[in-house]
């Protein structure tokens, strides 16, 4: 007995990852003949991740330690216009401090705040998804009313709100640490309804399947039916969801900052940093707004391309 | 038909109570209105008057009920902030966004779904990989920097448009206008087309999807083994499929457009609700956040409704049973 059921439980698994390996390896194949772009995008995003994770090690200067500042250097454009200095790469802001490397350590608080973010919502949404789909009946349909509900307003002012209300509720010197939690609660909430909605309508039509009668029939828990049997079974969409929802929550987070009630000054994002450029924009400091910018529409663009790849990839039903 | 339309009614009708709640409940839970209200010094006499005057002592249902009797008849309060009525604040800035908003909206569907269509029909051609590629850095494009480049490139390099505030516009009574005058006209391009252009590239991408599916289905398939002319297949059977199940989504972006108005309108300084409501969000003003979110949930909801009924009026089979289509 003990025997049987491991070995469909292990058979599910060894099944799931070969098989979804296999269609990875293969799509990636077709892709690199087919598509250039969608490897220069790989790339790209790869190198995103990388320079986030290496950031302190990466950028030219450090652009958190005040001591460093030169205002002597204010206001330098990149290297290759006249004044430009290679020390500068992307020329500095009004303060000193130099371009690529807030870009560097922009995208990495961009990169942390979405990640965690759309995390938090996958994992929220899968778990709501696949409860509402094994339970049915009153539970189902009042959670996924409520996941209607805030479908039918916009992301961006879902979070607004929750983060408004999240900004009031919290005291004003509990401000600067609260705001990139709350920032992140904010966007996984506004990030979980699709996810839900997805894994609760693929959950109910593997429940019926044979191999989840079987296990239950061999008397697995109904917990471990959900989370090794039929998850790995309904794990693609998921996968492509939460790739695009990355890209959603980098543009969400940059838009907050850039509106002022994102992430404190203190922790600059790339929306953050155009903000600021933004008021150098009309005096003529164009490349304080325009090389943040290109770095966060690189990012969202590149996010965006390698998950319409996987979606190709893995080919699964999304609505 | 009409018990479909009932349905749909109460159904918005919920959703609006709903949200009702939701701004209720932030005047109940989040700090003490009362301190807004009295003196540093109050004692707790006075303050306990005033909470008497004001009803706030009485039950949480009977107040709700109270509040949503008196935005029913638009009365929202007093800003914090500004100390003026909530209801004049907002009507006074209703007509920048709403225009711009109107704008925004055809833009987006009278280019954006004959580009899908395109892109959809004729999905090996050059032209439409090229579309698509575009569509793709259009939906990864954030609304504020598609501003500030168009602002930067036509109102900083080339001084053609300006790049901030509505030009002159005409009072028609209760509305303000910036359709009549030649400098309102040219105020509203930027804006607009910054409103429109995610929201484009996204319908773009929908009604794609939309055809494709269409176009691989089998009635596609046996009308053309039937022989039918292929304009007909494409514009008799395959366009009107399209667009049913898309216009749900197409609906909720133009929703979007409400909310997204917010970043134009800061980015542009445009005095409509959504630049009324961000200064609300910085400043913890809160009868001006409750009463956007209640307008904008009526806004939604009257979008909504109205595409839930064109659709039910186009696809019989949704009569009977509610029905969403809604997704990436």
């Known amino acids: ?178 705001a990139v939690p709350v920032l992140i609660i904010a966007i996984a909430l506004s990030n979980w309804v699709q996810i839900a909605r997805t894994v609760r309508g693929s959950s109910m039509a593997e429940k019926n399947k044979e191999y989840v009668q079987a296990a239950r029939v061999l008397g697995i828990h109904p917990a471990a039916i959900l989370l090794r049997h039929i998850l790995p079974n309904i794990f693609a969409p998921v996968l492509v969801i939460a790739t695009l929802g990355i890209a959603g929550a980098i543009l969400t ?36 707004t325009v090389f943040p910018g290109l770095a966060l529409v690189l990012l969202a663009l590149s996010v965006n391309i390698v998950g319409d790849w996987l979606r190709d990839v893995l080919n699964p039903k999304l609505s | 038909m009409l018990a479909f339309v009932a349905q749909r009614i109460a159904q918005t009708g919920l959703v609006m109570l709903t949200v009702a709640f939701v701004a209720f409940a932030m ?37 709700f009920a109270y509040f949503i ?27 920048a966004t709403l225009e711009l908003v109107f704008v925004a909206a055809s833009i987006a569907l009278l280019v954006g779904m004959p580009l899908g269509v395109y892109t959809g029909l004729y999905r090996r051609g050059v032209v439409s990989r090229l579309l698509l590629g575009l569509t793709l850095v259009g939906i990864s494009l954030p609304t504020f920097l598609t501003g500030l480049i168009l602002i930067l490139i036509f109102s900083l390099w080339l001084g053609w448009l300006p790049s901030f505030g509505r030009g002159e516009v005409v009072d028609l009574g209760i509305w303000s206008t910036g359709f009549l005058t030649a400098s309102g006209r040219r105020a509203l391009v930027l804006p607009s087309i910054t409103l429109a252009l995610f929201q484009l590239a996204l319908i773009t991408r929908l009604v794609r999807a939309g055809m494709l599916e269409v176009l691989g289905s089998d009635y596609i398939r046996f009308a053309r083994a039937r022989g039918l002319p292929n304009r007909l297949v494409l514009f008799g059977h395959a366009l009107k499929n399209t667009l049913v199940p898309v216009m749900t989504n197409v609906g909720l972006q133009i929703g979007a457009l409400i909310a997204f108005a917010i970043i134009t309108e800061t980015v542009f300084q445009w005095p409509g609700m959504g630049l009324l409501f961000l200064q609300a969000i910085r400043f913890a003003d809160i009868p001006v956040m409750a009463a956007y979110l209640m307008l904008t949930a009526l806004l939604f909801g009257v979008i909504n409704l109205a595409v839930d009924l064109l659709y039910g009026a186009i696809d019989p089979r949704v009569r009977g049973e509610s029905s969403h289509h809604k997704g990436s």
Request: aromatic fraction near 8%; hydrophobic fraction near 45%; charged fraction near 15%.
């Open chain 1, 1 to 178: 007995m003990a025997n049987a059921r491991t070995r469909i439980a292990g058979g599910t698994r060894t099944r799931f990852s070969a098989h979804l390996g296999r269609r990875l390896v293969r799509g990636c194949a077709d892709q690199l003949i087919d598509s250039p772009a969608t490897v220069v995008a790989l790339l790209l995003a790869f190198g995103f991740c990388t320079m986030a994770v290496f950031a302190p090690w990466l950028a030219p200067h450090d652009t958190s330690d005040v001591g460093t500042l030169d205002l002597m250097q204010a206001l330098r454009p990149p290297v290759w216009l006249e004044g430009g200095d290679w020390a500068y790469l992307l020329g500095t802001d009004d303060q000193g401090r130099d371009m690529l490397s807030g870009i560097i350590f922009g995208a990495r608080t961009s990169l942390l705040v979405s990640g965690v973010a759309v995390l938090l919502a996958t994992l929220l949404g899968t778990a709501v998804g696949l409860f509402c789909g094994w339970v049915g009946g009153r539970p189902d349909a009042v959670l996924m009313r409520i996941a209607e509900v805030q479908l039918s307003f916009p992301a961006i002012l879902i979070v607004l709100l929750i983060d408004g209300l999240g900004r009031t509720a919290v005291s004003t010197d509990l401000h600067n640490v609260a």
């Open chain 2, 69 to 95: 009797s008196n935005a029913v008849h638009g009365d929202f309060g007093v800003s914090y902030r500004l100390s003026l009525p909530v209801g004049a604040l907002i009507a006074e800035r209703l007509p």
């Open chain 1, 253 to 288: 987070e940059a838009t907050l900052s850039f509106l002022g009630v994102g992430v404190p000054p203190t922790q600059p994002s790339l929306g953050t940093l155009i903000r600021f450029g933004n008021n150098f924009l009309i005096s003529g400091e164009w490349w304080m």
């Open chain 2, 27 to 63: 005047f109940h839970f989040i700090g003490d209105p009362i301190n807004n209200m009295v003196s540093q010094d109050a004692t707790a006499e006075q303050r306990e008057q005033v909470r008497r005057h004001l009803g706030l002592d009485d039950p949480f249902p009977l107040q």
